[in-house]
Structure formats: structure tokens, C-alpha cells
């Protein structure tokens, strides 16, 4: 069984007008289940597929930067004013857990170099993550800091955005070992038609209000990058009309 069932926001009285509370996908949002052990957020940016897994992170416990309910650094990004106004549903409490977050995983390096323990990167395939390519630390971290294993949670924030096209599909073969336990329960917010290509998963789409549970290829991400490949010429000719 999954560890997370779903999610509801409680809106403050009155009713805020400033950000977060100002994100159109908030306006009809009640309720957010997790039905499938994968879940994957999309939209454009600035949709709010950051803002909300962010505050889901922190409402399950987790430092807002990034890392496991343990990770103790300094996270001043944040005020959490989302994340205090959902209430999470467990069908039973995840006993592990790690929130990825691409845009702050220097810090969390950085954080690991200062606990000045070198046998903490064993977690991490024995070596500093500042000793790795950009990709490599993240592919040592899912590989060796993230195992399936039994009421897991893992959030990720755009674990491709360091990854090759190779990388992602090791991602891909990542998410199937971690899935295949039943009990490990992966929430991705994320750009790439390669990841959201998952069997199985569910896919939300951030785009309008509400947000709405969409099939792999009516996302945005599959349909832009096919039709791009299909006719790059043609792509780029109408892409830049304006500028002939």
C-alpha cells in the first residue's frame, strides 16, 4: 500500500491575494489524490507544479532546500504559508523519505562537505558530489542515497534538468525498481516527455484550472517535442517568422 493518499488545502480566512495564494491553479483546488505509485506535475512555468510539491514537501516534513527529514541546514527561501494549509491523508505514514530539489542541490552538497565525515558519502556512491559532474551527483544520489524500500516517499523538482538523454533513462529504470516495491510512492514535478513516458503513472497538468489528470500523449511535453522532431524546418520557420 501507498504511503500518501491525497492532499487538501484549507484556505485561510480571508482569503490571500498575494503569492502563493494568487496562482490561478489554487482557485479550484480542494483535493489531490496520489492514486498510482508515480505521479508526475506538469505545466509551464510558472504554473505552480514547483510551488505546490515544494509545499507538499514540507507539510510530509521535509527541509525546504532539499534532502531527508533529517537534513538540518538553513533554508530561508521559504515562509511554508502553503504548505501550513494542507492537510495530508496517510494510509499510513512514510517511514522514509527524501525531497530532490535541482534548483538547491549545490546546497545540499555543500551541506554534506560540512558534516566532515567522509563516511557519510557512502550514501553517495563514496564520493563528494562536488567531486561528480553536475549529472553524475545526481544520478549518485537517486542510485545510491534512494533504494526501494518499503513506506517510502520521494519528491523530485525537475530531476532532469542535469541529465542526459542516457541519464534520464536510467532515471526511467530507477523509477521502475523503486515502484516495483508497492510501498514507495514517487511524486516528480518535471519538463521531460522522456520521464513522463512512465507506464502507469499519473499526470497531472498544471496548464489551466483545475487541474486535470491528463494521458502521456495529451501532455504539452510530448506533443511540442514531437511535432519538433517530426519537421524541425518547419518548427523553426514559424518560430521565427517574426524575425525574417
Known amino acids: ?22 496562482l490561478t491553479v489554487l482557485e479550484h483546488l480542494n483535493v489531490l489524490s496520489f492514486p498510482t505509485a508515480v505521479t508526475f506535475f506538469i505545466g509551464d512555468n510558472g504554473s505552480g507544479k514547483s510551488t505546490i510539491l515544494e509545499s507538499l514537501a514540507i507539510a510530509s516534513g521535509f527541509n525546504p532546500e532539499g534532502g531527508s527529514r533529517h537534513a538540518a541546514y538553513h533554508a530561508a527561501h521559504t515562509d ?31 551541506y554534506l562537505e560540512e558534516l566532515e565525515d567522509d563516511s557519510v ?19 549518485s544520489l537517486f542510485r545510491n542515497r534512494l533504494q526501494p524500500r518499503s513506506s517510502a516517499l520521494y519528491l523530485f523538482d525537475e530531476p532532469e ?11 526511467l529504470r530507477l523509477l521502475k525498481q523503486w515502484s516495483g516495491t508497492g510501498q514507495t510512492q ?59
Do not use: C
Not at 1 to 22: A, D, G, K
Not at 125 to 133: A, I
Not at 161 to 171: K, V, Y
Open 80 to 110: 511554508g504559508q502553503l504548505s501550513q494549509a494542507m492537510r495530508l491523508t496517510w494510509n499510513h505514514k512514510a517511514l522514509h523519505g527524501f525531497f530532490f530539489r535541482a534548483e538547491s542541490f549545490f546546497s545540499y552538497a555543500s
Open 161 to 171: 534538468s542535469a541529465l542526459s538523454i542516457t541519464g534520464q533513462l536510467a532515471f
Open 121 to 139: 558519502f557512502t550514501s553517495y556512491g563514496g564520493k563528494s558530489l562536488h567531486q561528480q559532474s553536475h549529472g553524475e551527483s545526481f544520478l
Open 1 to 22: 500500500m501507498l504511503p500518501l493518499r491525497e492532499v487538501r488545502l484549507t484556505w485561510p480566512t480571508p482569503r490571500p491575494s498575494t503569492y502563493p495564494w494568487n
Open 186 to 244: 514517487v511524486i516528480i514535478a518535471t519538463h521531460s516527455p522522456i520521464l513522463l513516458a512512465f507506464p502507469g503513472a499519473t499526470i497531472y497538468s498544471f496548464d489551466a484550472a483545475p487541474i486535470t489528470s491528463i494521458r502521456y500523449e495529451d501532455s504539452t511535453p510530448y506533443q511540442l517535442t514531437l511535432s519538433f522532431l517530426k519537421s524541425p524546418d518547419v518548427f523553426l520557420r514559424e518560430l521565427f517568422r517574426d524575425d525574417d
